[in-house]
């Protein structure tokens, strides 16, 4: 079973940036797409950014300005940059990584969370 590996989460004071990073080394094809959500208790997981095949990258409203997904598709390995964190971003992220639509080597793999908190 691959492993994602994730790091970087932590408590910080709004304003403050942070760095996630997520990756494996498992030998695997090249990714498609590689994303990062959200999650607080008592939602549902929701989308936070994601990066695509040609280098197309994708952010939800509330972090547009703030955040910035960066990574590479065949390394495996993408880090989401926070800056100016408020109170509304504390959550546990997970990075996901996936590579759909091909007849073989297909995979979903996600990683395990890291817990940001924002504090005043």
């Known amino acids: 079973q691959v492993q994602l590996v994730e790091s970087g989460g932590g408590s910080v004071q709004a304003g403050e940036s942070l760095r996630l990073s997520c990756g494996t080394s498992a030998n695997i094809r090249a990714a498609n797409y590689m994303g990062w959500y959200r999650q607080v208790p008592g939602k549902e997981r929701e989308f936070v950014a994601s990066?695509?095949?040609?280098?197309?990258?994708d952010l939800v409203n509330s972090v547009k300005g703030r955040f910035t997904i960066s990574g590479d598709l065949v390394d495996h390995t993408v880090s989401l940059q926070m800056n100016d964190l408020k109170l509304e971003d504390t959550a546990v992220y997970y990075c996901n990584i996936r590579r759909r639509g091909f007849v073989t080597g297909n995979y979903d793999y996600w990683g395990q969370g890291t817990q940001v908190t924002v504090s005043s």
């Open positions: 990066m695509r095949s040609g280098g197309v990258t």
